[in-house]
């Protein structure tokens, strides 16, 4: 894996912080890797679609 550094609105690291808290996801970084590739999936099917 690679190290990448981002910026997030104060809202969203909150609700990242109670995901993590509320036991969904171990850690910030795995909800994060979780949502990109949930987004990454939804793209390449609406591509297939399209395609």
Do not use: C, Q, S
Not at 1 to 16: C, H, N, V
Not at 23 to 46: C, H, Q, S, T, W
């Amino acid at each position: 894996m690679k190290l990448i550094t981002l910026y997030l609105p104060e809202p969203y690291i909150k609700a990242l912080d109670h995901l993590v808290n509320e036991k969904f996801y171990p850690n910030r970084a795995e909800a994060i890797r979780v949502a990109i590739r949930d987004l990454i999936n939804d793209e390449v099917m609406r591509w297939k679609k399209v395609g």
